[in-house]
């Protein structure tokens, strides 16, 4: 396989990665969209649409900013120009952004019920279409791992076997999946409880998996941007763990 892989179409060439991020975003919303019209949903249309606005904002804000947190030294001089500030991005940071902004927007229109269980599958859904899409993108996307020697290893165009942590990521969002699954066939979990634990192993996951990245840690604080992002989060959830007794947070 040469990467990056795209499709040829007549002259024009597609990137199988725009593709895939097209594909994630309308799987993701049918996945949603299904789901929502199986059950009974205790927020209203009105107010669904205003969650994701606040989600979609501050999704935004916290991908481009943690994008560019992750490489500090090229903030006064960027790549490329001042483009630079508005092409990095981050799931990560849009995680972490997109929750401060549902609570927010929830906070203002009095909604204490979980808006986020209802997300969980079509998240894990999307992003496992996206991931596809950066394997295929090869080294253009930058997430790809560091050398390896395991057999496993993959080289991506640039002569060097590495680690396919696009492609750990999807086995981890697959079995993630599975687990959820069968955690609820043995009966139903609290409110909020599904995307308290979607969320909080995510950020475990990427916590530890970025051990195995090429990116830098910060200057003198041992980790990357992105490792300080999880650490904040799972301290987060670790503090409400503690202060609602173990009962999650209607997220």
Known sequence: MHFPVELALGPARL???LLCEALAYTFGYRLYAHLRARKADPISSAHRQWIF?????????????????????????????WLYYFTNKTIVGGF?????GVELTKKRLGI????????????LLGLGIGR?????????DGTYGTATA????????????????????LLFLAALALLLGLLERRGPLADGRRFQL????YLLFRLLVEFIKPTAALPGLGLTAIQWACVAGLGYYAWAWRRNNGLPLAQ
């Open 53 to 81: 606005v606040g989600a979609a904002a501050g999704a935004l804000l916290g991908s481009r900013l943690l994008g560019l947190l992750e490489h500090p030294e090229l903030l006064l001089h960027p790549p490329g120009g």
């Open 112 to 123: 204490t019920v979980s808006s986020g269980d209802l997300m969980v599958f079509p998240l």
């Open 198 to 201: 979607f969320l909080s192993s």
């Open 96 to 100: 972490l952004g997109g929750l401060i």
């Open 15 to 17: 990137p199988v990665h």
């Open 132 to 140: 596809i899409g950066c394997f295929l993108s090869g080294l253009e």
């Open 150 to 169: 395991l057999p496993w290893g993959i080289n991506f165009g640039d002569g060097i076997r590495r680690h396919p942590t696009n492609l750990y990521e």
